[in-house]
């Protein structure tokens, strides 16, 4: 009896949902190693965990206020990611998101009052502001080749210097008792609230993912989109336009990261201070990776991650690890899932004696 | 028979792959300073076989014996320390480093700082020896195709190799180095040492073997002495049945000009392949060859011809509409399809399914979508017919092209290029690496398209292709179309006039 890898001829659909499960449960094995290390109850930490996360409606829309910016970057850099654009820069496409909602929330609506059309408008400029910070790589890339993981990666450097730049000094309100930031927007522009500091942001979020699951598995546009990823210079000799569809497809994954940015100040924070350069941008990788690269797929990695870390929060304040151990436990679940992936492509088999079945 | 005991043995070789039996309890013997020829098409098993042998797959069955002694070969290094080696059909040489450099690249009892100066003194020895001209220092990058298997050939023999493998050696060089290859494996197996080369080209068994060991679906249908057999005869061993060497063609009756170009030139790095002042005219109904050692302006004259290079002066005229400058899109829309010479990189989109290939042309249009949205049905039944009708052995739609054999994906790419033909067809080396079955295929359906009315642009470099297939065939070199042959002028000798630099017509 041997045991030996095979290639799967075809992605196995049952293993793209039992792969994810089973090193899921193995990375809850490994964390329990690392929290007993820790002197920690396993059970009583996941517990705390995951109380901490479903416990009380309020819990829960702390998952989903993280879920939301997390899906919308997920989404973002798995379309780029689709086309080989690999595209880091959600960090910064995102601040750029909250710097276009403001310029819409502070210089166009009115201090006091305002109304819907408004909070569309700070929407598009939001979205406007990602596209704009994912669109110069893709101009450098397809007209100049320049390698776009520097110029998304040092984008996001410059993102972060000009919102702290806006908020310490030509934004900063007066009024605001020397606290960094800017006044706050008229609450005519504030993003519905939904539960707790939970938006609708995450409806938008949801039908979003959905819509770009749509175009890109059952459209004229996702097949070329596709053909483009998996073999650039075979769709040039169909007749696939690589250049202009690299530069359209990233003008949206830029925008996606840009409403992920805008959702933060119109919903959340009402107002552009510190607190958009959390690394939502650079988590979104990972989750983009964790779902295959399948919008619907982001969906269940992005709320995974966001369990992850508002449980870590609880972790800190219930348990008294330090919130090291948070960011450990994500690591711990991630490596499981990345290596498991190789189940999806490969299957395992026993050879004996016996021919092929 | 040679009463020696054999210098290898492979015995009840067994090896399955995920679908498939590639090698089914398969026997090889070789003797020293015997060249055998491991003849078959693609997807027999020969290259399975000798992966085998060198390490690269573990078999699931059988034993190996070198010199009657059970030898255990568990990676290429070790077959190298027991002195076999292969050349690949794609070569394992780095570019951008010196000939010197690759030789020793990977060598497993290397100095810490080996010195290169005498790597290169004894590369020049053997170089002489054998007659294999290659410059030690010379990078890889700045070498044809033909001197990378040279380079290829002489790092086998610097580590010691006693018996070499090659695998379709032929398929990437000119005649002259073909010629050639044949003469450094004559002069290695008369010093003792073994070869066995995989092909499916009958010449080159009959020039280059003295034993031929034909394999058919992972199993031995027949070992023969070459001196023994006809190529007639090993063509039905490996086909199972008795292969048309000549094509069905209706008489020539040219309809209308579908492609007049006038003075196309191109800019282009290499001066060898820029397309210089090139004239020619396609009719309806007419196969126009073209003969020339690969890189001399063929691919750029197809992609010149497809939209997929601007042309630098010049027009290209296609069914009377102005296609100068245009992108590859416009060609597509006005019925030019187009066989590259490169099926894997820019014919066909390995990742993705049989069915999506074949719809890669056709998806723009109804019934195949509707409103942007691709109609799943209608795809499917159209996929299916092109599966059946040009008999495309898949196991399902939704596999993917890589794991289709070479014949297969270029019978993909045949059957989207023709079902979306409308008036011009170009041809880039249509039957390359094709097994004989796949080959007849091939060609048979291009004809077709010929008897049909489609104007086919032919570009090979066979010229028993050429003669049997084309109505007129030019001949390409250095950028220039030399000039065009014509009915009792299409022979071979007259071609290889022409490609020498004579123009026969000239004289008339």
């Excluded at chain 1, 403001?102 to 166009?108: A, C």
């Excluded at chain 1, 993912?209 to 075979?234: Q, S």
Aim: hydrophobic residues 45%; neutral net charge.
């Amino acid at each position: 009896m041997k045991l030996r890898f095979e290639k799967r001829l075809e992605a196995s659909h049952l293993s793209t949902i039992l792969v994810p499960l089973a090193s899921f449960v193995i990375s809850l094995l490994l964390g329990a190693l690392l929290l007993a290390a820790n002197k920690a109850n396993p059970w009583q930490t996941y517990h705390a965990m995951f109380m901490g996360s479903f416990g009380s409606l309020y819990n829960f829309s702390e998952v989903i206020v993280k879920a939301t910016p997390l899906i919308l970057t997920g989404l973002g850099v798995a379309l780029a990611f689709r086309l080989r654009f690999w595209n880091i820069g959600a960090e910064g496409q995102l601040i750029w998101g909250g710097i276009g909602a403001s310029v819409v929330g502070l210089f166009v609506t009115p201090a006091q009052g305002g109304n819907l059309i408004y909070l569309l408008l700070a929407i598009m400029a939001a979205m406007a502001g990602g596209a704009l910070w994912a669109g110069i790589p893709a101009l450098l890339k397809t007209r100049l080749k320049v390698d776009e993981t520097l110029t998304t990666l040092m984008m996001n450097y410059m993102a972060i210097l000009s919102y702290q730049y806006l908020y310490n000094g030509p934004w900063r309100d007066p009024e605001g008792f020397g606290f960094p930031g800017s006044r706050q927007f008229s609450q005519a522009i504030w993003l519905p609230k939904l539960v707790g500091r939970s938006t609708i942001g995450i409806i938008i979020a949801l039908v979003i993912a959905l819509v770009l699951w749509f175009v890109l598995t059952k459209t004229k546009w996702g097949f070329e989109l596709t053909m483009i990823g998996k073999n650039p210079r075979a769709a040039h000799v169909l007749g696939v336009n690589s250049n202009k569809n690299i530069l359209v497809a990233l003008l949206i994954s830029g925008a996606l990261s840009g409403l992920a940015g805008g959702f933060e100040v119109l919903g959340v924070s009402h107002r552009l201070q510190q607190g958009l350069n959390l690394g939502y941008g650079y988590t979104a990788i990972i989750i983009a990776w964790m779902a295959a690269l399948n919008p619907l797929s982001v969906v269940l990695a992005a709320l995974l991650m966001a369990m992850l870390l508002v449980g870590g929060d609880q972790v800190q304040m219930i348990m008294r690890l330090p919130s090291a151990v948070g960011l450990v436990l994500q690591g711990l679940i991630l490596i499981p899932l990345l290596g498991g992936a190789v189940f999806s492509e490969y299957r395992l088999r026993f050879i004996g004696d016996k021919k092929d079945v | 028979m040679n009463n020696q005991p054999p210098l290898l043995k492979m015995k009840g070789i067994v090896k399955h792959f995920p679908g498939v039996t590639a090698s089914d309890h398969v026997d090889l013997q070789l003797q020293q300073g015997d060249v055998l020829a491991l003849l078959g098409e693609n997807g027999a098993g020969k290259s399975s076989l000798m992966n085998v042998l060198v390490g690269i797959y573990q078999p699931d069955e059988g034993e190996i014996f070198l010199n009657d002694q059970l030898v255990d070969i568990h990676s290429p290094a070790d077959a190298e320390a027991l002195g076999i080696a292969m050349i690949h059909q794609e070569f394992m040489l780095i570019p951008n480093m010196t000939v010197a450099e690759n030789v020793i690249l990977g060598k497993q009892d290397l100095p810490l700082f080996p010195s290169l100066e005498e790597v290169e003194n004894k590369i020049l020895d053997i170089s002489k020896h054998y007659n294999l001209q290659v410059d030690p220092r010379a990078f890889i990058s700045s070498l044809s195709v033909g001197e990378r298997q040279r380079v290829e050939i002489l790092k086998m023999l610097y580590r010691g190799a006693k018996i070499l493998i090659l695998d379709e050696p032929t398929a990437v060089l000119t005649p002259q180095e073909s010629e050639d290859l044949n003469h450094v494996i004559r002069r290695m197996t008369s010093e003792g040492k073994s070869a066995i080369f995989i092909t499916h080209k009958m010449k080159e068994v009959m020039a280059f073997s003295n034993k031929v060991q034909v394999l058919a679906k992972g199993e031995t249908r027949a070992v023969k002495d070459t001196a023994k057999t006809t190529p007639e005869e090993l063509a039905t061993l490996m086909v199972g049945r008795q292969v048309l060497y000549n094509i069905e063609k209706e008489p020539f009756r040219p309809g209308d000009i579908v492609l007049d170009v006038k003075r196309l030139s191109t800019r282009g790095d290499r001066e060898h392949s820029r397309l210089k002042e090139i004239n020619l005219q396609i009719r309806q109904g007419e196969i126009l060859g073209i003969a020339g050692v690969a890189g001399n302006g063929q691919q750029e004259l197809a992609e010149a011809l497809t939209g997929q290079i601007p042309p630098s002066e010049g027009s290209i005229t296609i069914k009377n509409l102005d296609m100068t400058g245009k992108a590859p899109i416009s060609y597509i829309n006005n019925g030019v399809s187009y066989i590259p010479e490169d099926r894997g990189a820019m014919g066909s989109i390995g990742d993705m399914s049989v069915g999506h290939n074949l719809i890669m042309k056709g998806y723009r249009k109804a019934p195949f979508i509707n409103r942007g949205i691709l109609q799943k049905q209608s795809i499917f039944d159209f996929v299916h017919k092109l599966i059946k009708n040009f008999r495309i052995s898949t196991p399902s739609q939704e596999t993917q092209v890589k794991f289709l054999s070479g014949g297969n994906i270029q019978k993909t790419i045949l059957a989207r290029e023709i079902d979306a033909c409308d008036g011009l067809l170009i041809a880039a080396y249509p039957a390359r690496g094709l097994d004989v079955g796949a080959t007849e295929a091939v060609r048979q359906e291009i004809v077709k398209q010929r008897d049909h009315g489609t104007a086919v642009l032919l570009i090979s470099e066979e010229l028993d292709e050429l003669i049997m297939m084309s109505d007129r065939v030019g001949v390409m070199h250095s950028g220039s179309l030399l000039c065009i042959l014509e009915g009792e002028n299409i022979q071979r000798d007259k071609i290889g006039l022409v490609m020498s630099g004579v123009c026969p017509e000239e004289d008339q």
